[in-house]
């Protein structure tokens, strides 16, 4: 059975491997100045001018956008294994809304550079997760008060976000669409920062997926096994906000995503986290660069962003879900 | 183990265990029985490590087990509760091998040691057959001695049980306190447990504590402490001690 279990964790990374190295390809392809799977196949093999150019505008695109969703869909696992509740997700817990305000202050009152601008925007989530923290607390981390707090949060700071936008004389739409995650092209000291952030932030969670297992016993069977919780609890979230911050300043509050990618990679490895996390981290790079892709292809030569096209999708899927009483609990 | 003048309670001025001394025969099986809200459950939650005494300590070894780092207490004392939390998808062999964290570094694979002990741990609790289930699949009985397994892989050397046979049926009840009460022979493990049922506490345990208000009632040898004066002024029952054919005290309980 053991080994039944090895084939299949193989393939799936496998075939998961390939669907990306095919995605990324179908990326560079997509959009305005469009080119097809084969052109651009070719034009990779020949070193035709136009793919060149093509994967110069597509390729950091392609990689804020994978390392993004992967950040997100991790974050989303470690928030579910500190609340124990699978629904848990990044940007519904006002995580995300507070690494966009912390870019968005960054960006526009202390105009600074790219690596300023996602510390800025991990330190402003910390500092709001701190306090929903402070105020869940109570003998223990109190996970449905996390869940309650986290979505008055969410409301508040979305008005935030318009008020600043307001005030600086911004033409809404374009805030409004970086809410929504525009992932404009990036330039390169954005892709590097998400790139690096996001690696290390997915391998910080690994290193405690040891942890997110022995929680799934409880916190008080857990402790008996001499794991102290709290700190735990406290080390995970610190990598969750770090996750989530790094993703919201370029895919601003793209809902469900933190929470359906877990569920899938649940589904089919089942729940442990060395598994989890790795195959969430794919999906989610996976759906979020299907969307973009979808997104830009989708209302050419206006670009959809994917924030919208997740957050819908992923928002009826989850409806869906807890509607047919998918088992709640489990 | 070892209570010194332990107190506790969450609010300084409403305790819930005062003043409690006592000294836990090692090797030996010892029943804390009382009514709901005597402080039973505290006095275990301050032997785990779950509270920390407003007052006073609670000793292992001769050291204070406020002492101890989280794994090091946790390959002495391992404790089994009334109710669990089922996590998804976890064979029992899966919830049994937990049992191994605290001797174990965060990462790699279970060594050949392990796998005896976890070995071990399943036959003793007879669920062979069960390896492979789920724990969710699991009836109450057998998801009971799953947990009472994953304690034993920790090789405590003192194990506590929560009114573990609770939501049992009588068979189950027996079972388990069968497979207690062997290991507490077979490896010398002291047992120190909260029971409800008087008579499974007088026929299993060497010891027994009755409490009441948080404080220590009466105390002494299982088969001898236990009075119908003793169980009408702790319970406000009746109790009637009726000799069966063995020689054991037999309570029966009526209003």
Same mark, same amino acid.
């Given at each position: 059975?053991?080994?039944k279990?090895?084939?299949?964790?193989?393939?799936?990374?496998?075939?998961?491997?390939?669907?990306?190295?095919?995605l990324?390809?179908?990326?560079?392809?997509?959009?305005?100045?469009?080119?097809?799977?084969f052109?651009?196949?070719?034009?990779?093999f020949?070193?035709?001018?136009?793919v060149?150019?093509?994967?110069?505008?597509?390729?950091?695109?392609?990689?804020?956008?994978?390392?993004?969703?992967?950040?997100?869909?991790?974050?989303?696992?470690?928030?579910?294994?500190?609340?124990?509740?699978?629904?848990?997700?990044?940007?519904?817990?006002?995580?995300?809304?507070?690494?966009?305000?912390?870019?968005?202050?960054?960006?526009?009152?202390?105009?600074?550079?790219?690596?300023?601008?996602?510390?800025?925007?991990?330190?402003?989530?910390?500092?709001?997760?701190?306090?929903?923290?402070?105020?869940?607390?109570?003998?223990?981390?109190?996970?449905?008060?996390?869940l309650?707090?986290?979505?008055a949060?969410?409301?508040?700071?979305?008005?935030?976000?318009?008020?600043?936008?307001?005030?600086?004389?911004?033409?809404?739409t374009?805030?409004?669409?970086?809410?929504a995650?525009?992932?404009?092209?990036?330039?390169?000291?954005?892709?590097?920062?998400?790139?690096?952030?996001?690696?290390?932030?997915?391998?910080?969670?690994?290193?405690?997926?040891?942890?997110?297992?022995?929680?799934?016993?409880?916190?008080?069977?857990?402790?008996?096994?001499?794991?102290?919780?709290?700190?735990?609890?406290?080390?995970?979230?610190?990598?969750?906000?770090?996750?989530?911050?790094?993703?919201?300043?370029?895919?601003?509050?793209?809902?469900?995503?933190g929470?359906?990618?877990?569920?899938?990679?649940?589904?089919?490895l089942?729940?442990?986290?060395?598994?989890?996390i790795p195959?969430?981290?794919?999906?989610?790079?996976?759906?979020?660069?299907?969307?973009?892709?979808?997104?830009?292809?989708?209302?050419?030569?206006?670009?959809?962003?994917?924030?919208?096209?997740?957050?819908?999708?992923?928002?009826?899927?989850?409806?869906?879900l807890?509607?047919?009483?998918?088992?709640?609990?489990? | 183990?070892?209570?010194?003048?332990?107190?506790f309670?969450?609010?300084?001025?409403?305790?819930?265990?005062?003043?409690?001394?006592y000294?836990?025969r090692?090797g030996?099986?010892?029943?804390?029985?009382g009514?709901?809200?005597?402080?039973?459950?505290?006095?275990?939650?301050?032997?785990t490590?779950?509270?920390?005494?407003?007052?006073?300590?609670?000793?292992?070894?001769?050291?204070?087990?406020?002492?101890?780092?989280?794994?090091?207490?946790?390959?002495?004392?391992?404790?089994v509760y009334q109710?669990?939390?089922?996590?998804?998808?976890?064979?029992v062999?899966?919830?049994?091998?937990?049992?191994?964290?605290?001797?174990r570094?965060?990462?790699? &694979?279970?060594? =050949?040691?392990? !796998?005896? +002990?976890?070995?071990?741990?399943? /036959? $003793?609790?007879?669920?062979?057959?069960?390896?492979?289930?789920?724990?969710?699949?699991?009836?109450?009985?057998?998801?009971?001695?799953?947990?009472?397994?994953?304690?034993?892989?920790?090789?405590?050397?003192?194990?506590?049980?929560d009114?573990?046979?609770?939501?049992l049926?009588?068979? &189950?009840?027996? =079972?388990?306190? !069968?497979? +207690?009460?062997?290991?507490?022979? /077979? $490896?010398?493990?002291t047992?120190?447990?909260?029971l409800?049922?008087?008579?499974q506490?007088?026929?299993?345990a060497?010891?027994?504590?009755?409490?009441?208000?948080?404080?220590?009632?009466?105390?002494?040898?299982?088969?001898?402490?236990l009075?119908?004066?003793?169980?009408?002024?702790?319970f406000?029952?009746?109790?009637?001690?009726?000799k069966?054919?063995?020689?054991?005290?037999?309570?029966?309980?009526?209003?």
């Open positions: 059975m053991d080994k279990k090895a084939v299949k964790t193989i393939a799936v990374y496998a075939a998961l491997i390939i669907v990306v190295l095919l990324i390809v179908i990326s560079i392809g997509a959009g305005s100045g469009r080119a097809s799977f052109q651009v196949v070719r034009g990779i020949a070193g035709n001018e136009t060149r150019v093509l994967i110069s505008v597509n390729m950091p695109r392609t990689l804020v956008a994978f390392f993004s969703g992967a950040a997100l869909s991790v974050s989303g696992v470690l928030f579910q294994s500190v609340t124990r509740n699978k629904f848990a997700d990044p940007a519904i817990i006002g995580v995300s809304p507070a690494g966009f305000t912390g870019g968005l202050i960054a960006t526009v009152l202390l105009s600074a550079s790219a690596i300023f601008v996602s510390l800025f925007s991990v330190v402003f989530s910390l500092a709001v997760f701190a306090l929903i923290f402070w105020f869940s607390y109570e003998r223990g981390v109190k996970s449905n008060k996390i309650a707090l986290g979505a949060v969410n409301a508040v700071l979305v008005m935030v976000i318009l008020t600043i936008a307001v005030m600086q004389n911004f033409a809404a374009s805030v409004i669409l970086s809410l995650g525009s992932l404009a092209v990036p330039k390169p000291d954005v892709v590097h920062t998400s790139v690096v952030f996001s690696m290390a932030g997915i391998l910080a969670a690994f290193l405690l997926a040891g942890k997110c297992n022995v929680l799934t016993l409880g916190d008080k069977t857990a402790s008996g096994l001499g794991v102290n919780v709290l700190q735990t609890k406290i080390a995970l979230i610190l990598v969750a906000v770090f996750l989530a911050a790094t993703a919201a300043v370029h895919v601003g509050i793209t809902a469900f995503l929470l359906i990618a877990p569920l899938i990679a649940r589904k089919i089942g729940a442990n986290h060395y598994n989890i195959l969430s981290a794919v999906l989610g790079g996976l759906i979020l660069l299907s969307a973009d892709c979808f997104g830009r292809t989708l209302g050419t030569p206006v670009t959809l962003p994917v924030g919208i096209i997740v957050t819908v999708v992923g928002g009826c899927l989850f409806i869906t807890l509607g047919r009483s998918y088992n709640y609990a489990d | 183990m070892q209570i010194e003048k332990a107190a309670g969450y609010d300084k001025r409403k305790l819930i265990l005062k003043d409690f001394d000294v836990f090692h030996k099986i010892t029943a804390l029985v009514p709901n809200g005597c402080g039973k459950s505290t006095l275990l939650g301050l032997c490590k779950m509270y920390k005494p407003t007052n006073g300590a609670v000793y292992l070894d001769g050291k204070s087990i406020a002492k101890f780092k989280g794994k090091d207490f946790a390959k002495h004392v391992a404790s109710v669990n939390e089922i996590p998804s998808d976890l064979s062999h899966g919830l049994v091998a937990f049992g191994r964290t605290p001797h570094k965060s990462f790699g &694979f279970l060594s =050949e040691s392990d !796998e005896a +002990v976890i070995n071990y741990s399943i /036959e $003793k609790t007879r669920l062979k057959n069960f390896e492979a289930r789920r724990i969710s699949d699991l009836s109450g009985g057998e998801r009971q001695r799953a947990y009472l397994a994953m304690a034993l892989t920790q090789e405590p050397k003192i194990l506590l049980l009114e573990p046979t609770t939501f049926d009588i068979y &189950f009840q027996i =079972e388990i306190m !069968e497979i +207690v009460a062997g290991i507490n022979s /077979e $490896k010398g493990v047992v120190i447990m909260a409800h049922d008087i008579n506490a007088v026929k299993y060497d010891d027994i504590i009755v409490m009441k208000n948080g404080q220590i009632a009466a105390s002494g040898a299982a088969k001898t402490t009075t119908s004066e003793l169980i009408s002024s702790v406000s029952i009746n109790a009637e001690v009726i069966t054919e063995n020689g054991d005290n037999f309570y029966a309980i009526y209003r």
